[in-house]
């Protein structure tokens, strides 16, 4: 039977790519009175792609441009949503400013100084380039401030890592390639990572992962921690762990349901669904309980072999925690809950 392939994801543009196309629109209309229908600009790695003007307005002293922004095929929150950079004549070079929308850095371990705006160093990179070539061209001083507002932003940021990572008020203007990868395990990763550098120069002591949100409210609870402890792990336990090996902290909670912490305890270190399965066969071995070969399911394999199965998944997941961690000076710990977010084992 013949099969038709799937056809490929599309990439989008990141909020930076987004913004400095707006800037170099905005300059080109501010400094030469350039009216443009769209706006290209050259991404980090050479790229050139051509943005469609959704929204302008024209004064003597300043312009804006807006930019929709196309996340592709990626699940982005920001994917639709109206990019707009203001330009406006200054004095003493090149200044950002978040305008409604974009948010502003809280707390320490962000790659931006607490008190500016969310504006991160690649795009700013990207449109601090802009503004020195089309200096140039036009003969200009390159003097200008730069306000990037997204209309809604702050409604769409509290569903990122924003408010955990004390980014408030808003959206962050993202980006190292310009480029949006449909689905990237990678940007969820980097999160991670980013987490992790917050928590630790917050000088938090104890930090947590969990596969979900359950067992998330579930081991906050536990151990008291604040907001900036939890790490968005999801499936990606060993990314976090692998992180922490090279920049720990004092103590690691992993928390999840009893499936994907059955994963964990059998070795997997990504726990989604695609890239590890749970060995029933295995399980039974361990267990001593032939029945579990069959279940279709670990919850269905818990419901048959009660308390004992739990606590040693609870004792197992730690086992592969401190091989992951391996001489990393971080006490660690597990919990297992069921769907409810009832405890049913710790190691």
């Known amino acids: 039977m013949e099969t038709r392939e799937s056809p490929p994801l599309r990439r989008g543009w990141t909020t930076g790519a987004c913004a400095t196309a707006a800037v170099r629109a905005g300059l080109c209309a501010l400094w030469g009175g350039a009216q443009l229908d769209e706006v290209q600009i050259t991404l980090p790695k050479g790229e050139r792609p051509v943005f469609k003007i959704a929204h302008r307005e024209v004064t003597a002293d300043w312009v804006e441009i807006g930019i929709t ?6 699940p982005d929150v920001t994917h639709g949503a109206l990019i707009i950079a203001r330009v406006a004549r200054s004095l003493g070079g090149v200044r950002f400013h978040a305008g409604d929308g974009v948010g502003t850095i809280t707390k320490a371990g962000l790659p931006i100084a607490v008190g500016e705006p969310a504006i991160n160093p690649v795009p700013r990179q990207m449109m601090q380039a802009e503004v020195e070539e089309l200096a140039v061209h036009y003969g200009q001083a390159p003097d200008i401030d730069i306000t990037i507002r997204i ?25 190292t390639t310009g480029i949006v990868r449909p689905f990237s395990c990678a940007a969820w990763i980097a ?21 979900g949100a359950t067992s998330e409210r579930a081991v906050q609870a536990l151990h008291g921690l604040p907001d900036t402890s939890m790490l ?76 004992d199965m739990a606590q040693w998944v609870a004792h197992s997941a730690l086992a592969n925690c401190q091989s992951i961690l391996q001489s990393a000076d971080i006490t660690v710990d597990c919990v297992v809950i069921d769907r409810t977010g009832r405890i049913l084992a710790q190691s």
């Open 69 to 74: 922004k196309d996340a592709g095929d990626d």
């Open 232 to 307: 968005d792990m999801g499936d990606f336990a060993g990314g976090l762990m692998k992180y922490l090996r090279r920049h720990p902290v004092a103590r690691l909670t992993i928390g999840g349901g009893i499936g994907k912490m059955t994963k964990l305890a059998q070795g997997a270190r990504d726990l989604h669904s695609a890239r590890s399965q749970v060995d029933f066969t295995a399980l039974a071995q361990v267990l001593d309980q032939p029945g579990l070969a069959k279940a279709n399911t670990a919850l269905e394999a818990y419901a048959l072999a009660g308390p």
């Open 151 to 175: 209309p809604g932003g702050r409604a769409l940021a509290l569903k990122t890592w924003n408010p955990r990572l004390g980014i408030v008020d808003g959206l962050s203007v993202l980006g």
């Open 191 to 211: 999160s991670i990572h980013r987490g992790i550098d917050v928590a630790r120069a917050c000088g938090a002591p104890h930090v947590a992962g969990c596969t």
